[in-house]
């Protein structure tokens, strides 16, 4: 059986699930092997210096702040692309034209970043949608992390309503596993972890 095929026959699930609840978790978005190949790409590249603090705030305004978010991040370049980051963007693409065609959700470009958590690091509750800039439409986290278990932590927490006494839905990094949430939405943090915490993050956009 074509794995590609199998993982077009899941869209529409993973659409139905954002379209209802305005977030979904699809747990085999990726196959361990392009998992691996992809987290081992990061890795390399986090090697090879590649990777810089990540920032708070937009552009000009940008600045790292250690007690806000603690990851370093390295955004994957459309044009430059690895085979592993490849294999990556044709999910994505696909994704992007199913949520477009059934959602009618006017995405037209993605940007996507590696991130990598050392261990104990964490991101403040916060909300990915900055108050000057709309074009982010869904916010979208793959996990790289294999063989992650719940007592390593590192849990992405989503608040499911407005207010910070709202219910809450952790979700383990697992590796393969895709995160979809409507980014104006949906306040998130991600907790502190015993383990180091890789994923590939980013979002999908209208015209800015
Ligand atoms: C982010 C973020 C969530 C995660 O990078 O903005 O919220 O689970 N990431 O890594
Ligand atoms: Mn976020």
Not at 28 to 37: E, H
Not at 146 to 166: K, S
Request: proline share 4%; hydrophobic share 40%; with cysteine.
């Amino acid at each position: 059986m074509n794995e590609y095929e199998d993982f077009l026959r899941g869209l529409p699930a993973l659409i139905d699930g954002l379209a209802t609840h305005g977030h979904v978790v699809c747990d085999d978005f990726l196959s361990p092997a392009q998992t691996a190949a992809l987290r081992d790409e990061g890795a390399q590249r986090l090697a090879g210096g590649e990777f810089h603090r990540a920032g708070v705030g937009r552009a000009e305004q940008q600045a790292v702040r250690d007690e806000i978010r603690g990851d370093s991040v390295r955004w994957l370049d459309p044009q430059r692309r690895a085979p592993a980051e490849q294999a990556y963007w044709q999910r994505i693409e696909a994704l992007q034209a199913a949520l477009n065609r059934e959602l009618f959700l006017g995405i037209r470009e993605g940007e996507f970043h590696y991130a990598h958590y050392p261990v104990g690091g964490f991101y403040k509750r916060h909300l990915d949608r900055f108050r000057d800039d709309d074009a982010r439409v869904v916010s979208v986290v793959c996990y790289l992390n294999e063989g992650w278990q719940d007592a390593d932590g590192g849990q992405l927490r989503l608040w499911l309503e407005a207010g910070e006494d709202a219910p809450q839905l952790d979700i383990a990094p697992r590796g393969g596993r895709l995160v979809l949430f409507m980014a104006d939405r949906f306040w998130h943090a991600v907790l502190p972890a015993t383990q180091p915490r890789w994923s590939v993050t980013g979002w999908l956009r209208r015209a800015g």
